[in-house]
T-cell receptor, first 115, second 113 residues
Framework: DSGVTQTPKHLITATGQRVTLRCSPR?????VYWYQQSLDQGLQFLIQ???????AKGNILERFSAQQFPDLHSELNLSSLELGDSALYFC??????????????FGAGSRLTVL | LAKTTQPISMDSYEGQEVNITCSHN???????ITWYQQFPSQGPRFIIQ???TKVTNEVASLFIPADRKSSTLSLPRVSLSDTAVYYC??????????????FGKGTKLSVKP
């Protein structure tokens, strides 16, 4: 158990629908990151939040949005779902300050299947 | 962002030492080099991080030459359970370059008996 909790573990839905993925970071971590990994593809960085504020943005579609709440948990909202959105969605967190570059701790992922 | 280049795949046998080299020609002064390991359907796991020279932990060693334009992850005496994808990332992350958030395709290591 990495300490990063993601729910749900599996989700099956239809095209055009909207889903919400949830992430609770490790205790003490202020940053939350979202990644998308399609079958046999690399990890695509979507977005980062730090203590409730957006810190960095990657290849996140306009149909996707995220936020980090005061209790530091984060939600990734995916709307108008398409078949190509089927993927593993990972959440990661990192501590507020550290020597060196921030090191990410990943959750187990949420597998989304769009039919 | 410092772009990284690493081999797409590597094969090895159990008990051998495996060295995976990553090129990062435009690494910035404040950038660190971080390696992660990922098993299928699991999130990546941090292996090691370094800035210069050599870093060693219980899992691996990281060799970084003086010019820092490349780095080599060394896995001693690999086993079948080391079969995974290994990612090299370069960046700072704390208010600076976010290159350490960009994973790329990684190196798929296959360890055979």
């Amino acid at each position: 158990d990495s300490g990063v909790t993601q729910t749900p573990k599996h989700l099956i839905t239809a095209t055009g629908q909207r889903v919400t993925l949830r992430c609770s970071p490790r205790s003490g971590d202020l940053s939350v990151y979202w990644y998308q990994q399609s079958l046999d593809q690399g990890l695509q960085f979507l977005i980062q939040y730090y203590n409730g504020e957006e810190r960095a943005k990657g290849n996140i579609l306009e149909r996707f949005s995220a936020q980090q709440f005061p209790d530091l948990h984060s939600e990734l909202n995916l709307s108008s779902l398409e078949l190509g959105d089927s993927a593993l969605y990972f959440c990661a967190s990192s501590p507020p300050v550290s020597s060196g570059a921030n090191v990410l701790t990943f959750g187990a992922g949420s597998r989304l299947t769009v039919l | 962002l410092a772009k990284t280049t690493q081999p797409i795949s590597m094969d090895s046998y159990e008990g051998q030492e495996v060295n995976i080299t990553c090129s990062h020609n435009n690494i910035a002064t404040n950038d660190y080099i971080t390696w992660y390991q990922q098993f299928p359907s699991q999130g990546p796991r941090f292996i090691i991080q370094g800035y210069k020279t050599k870093v060693t932990n219980e899992v691996a060693s990281l060799f970084i030459p003086a010019d820092r334009k490349s780095s080599t992850l060394s896995l001693p005496r690999v086993s079948l359970s080391d079969t995974a994808v290994y990612y090299c990332l370069v960046g700072e992350g704390y208010g600076g370059s976010q290159g350490n958030l960009i994973f790329g395709k990684g190196t798929k290591l296959s360890v055979k008996p």
